[in-house]
């Protein structure tokens, strides 16, 4: 299953099948992102974070793609599992001259299905 | 143990009251910030403070005050409560420099202003 971020914020896939969740982020001096997770009654938890000096980087049944000629980032998990089901939200830094400020997307709905 | 905890994790009260947060990081991190969830999971930074010094501090209500008595805590209060603060707040640290930027988030406190 794959969601187009703003425009779709609820996906739902079936156990064992890839999800592929999309953000587009709006500034270009942007260079570093994080995805996160939020379970339902919990705060947002860290899953894999990219520098804009690469493409793509992987963790455990997660990958991280940027494309940076559109400003465009995703998060595919791998065989996802029921315990996957949460709100996702990437986060993109900007480097103020006060400090590293944060901004976060609308987030995306992942229901997976047993 | 837990890395940032936040109290109370329920808050319901009246319009015009004034009411605090508190924010405790038992992380040894530099950076702690707030950060306000509305009902359509729409995360937006309102503080962060560096070393007890607000470093950015975003368009937010004067009515909204963060207080760090020392470097693990950040409390935010809010004077004159009113039905648009309703919300939950997350409280979260970081330690900025080293080859992640991630954040921890604490587990969310919910307003609800009635």
């Given at each position: 299953g794959e969601s187009v971020g703003?425009?779709?914020?609820?996906?739902?896939?079936?156990?064992?099948?890839?999800?592929?969740?999309?953000?587009?982020?709006?500034?270009?001096?942007?260079d570093y992102f994080i995805w996160y997770k939020q379970e339902s009654g919990k705060g947002p938890q860290f899953i894999i974070d990219i520098r804009s000096n690469m493409d793509k980087r992987q963790g455990q049944r997660v990958t991280v793609l940027l494309n940076k000629t559109v400003k465009h980032l995703s998060l595919q998990i791998a065989a996802t599992q029921p315990g996957d089901s949460a709100v996702y939200f990437c986060a993109?830094?900007?480097?103020?001259?006060?400090?590293?400020?944060?901004?976060?997307?609308t987030g995306t709905s992942l229901t997976v299905i047993p | 143990d837990t890395a940032v905890?936040?109290?109370?994790?329920?808050?319901?009260?009246?319009?015009?009251?004034?009411?605090?947060?508190?924010?405790?990081?038992?992380?040894?991190?530099?950076?702690?910030?707030?950060?306000?969830?509305?009902?359509?999971?729409?995360?937006?930074?309102?503080?962060?403070?560096?070393?007890?010094?607000?470093i950015i501090n975003e368009t937010v209500p004067n009515r909204f005050s963060p207080k760090s008595p020392d470097k693990a805590h950040l409390n935010l209060h809010i004077n004159s409560?009113?039905?648009?603060?309703?919300?939950?707040?997350?409280?979260?640290?970081?330690?900025?420099?080293?080859?992640?930027?991630?954040?921890?988030?604490?587990?969310?406190?919910r307003l609800t202003v009635t």
């Amino acid at each position: 299953g794959e969601s187009v971020g703003l425009h779709l914020p609820t996906l739902s896939v079936q156990e064992g099948d890839n999800s592929i969740i999309n953000c587009a982020y709006s500034n270009s001096a942007s260079d570093y992102f994080i995805w996160y997770k939020q379970e339902s009654g919990k705060g947002p938890q860290f899953i894999i974070d990219i520098r804009s000096n690469m493409d793509k980087r992987q963790g455990q049944r997660v990958t991280v793609l940027l494309n940076k000629t559109v400003k465009h980032l995703s998060l595919q998990i791998a065989a996802t599992q029921p315990g996957d089901s949460a709100v996702y939200f990437c986060a993109e830094m900007r480097r103020m001259n006060t400090g590293n400020q944060f901004y976060f997307g609308t987030g995306t709905s992942l229901t997976v299905i047993p | 143990d837990t890395a940032v905890s936040q109290t109370p994790k329920y808050l319901v009260t009246q319009m015009g009251n004034d009411k605090s947060i508190k924010c405790e990081q038992n992380l040894g991190h530099d950076t702690m910030y707030w950060y306000k969830q509305d009902s359509k999971k729409f995360l937006k930074i309102m503080f962060s403070y560096n070393n007890k010094e607000l470093i950015i501090n975003e368009t937010v209500p004067n009515r909204f005050s963060p207080k760090s008595p020392d470097k693990a805590h950040l409390n935010l209060h809010i004077n004159s409560l009113e039905l648009g603060d309703s919300a939950v707040y997350f409280c979260a640290s970081s330690n900025p420099g080293g080859r992640s930027y991630e954040q921890y988030f604490g587990p969310g406190t919910r307003l609800t202003v009635t």
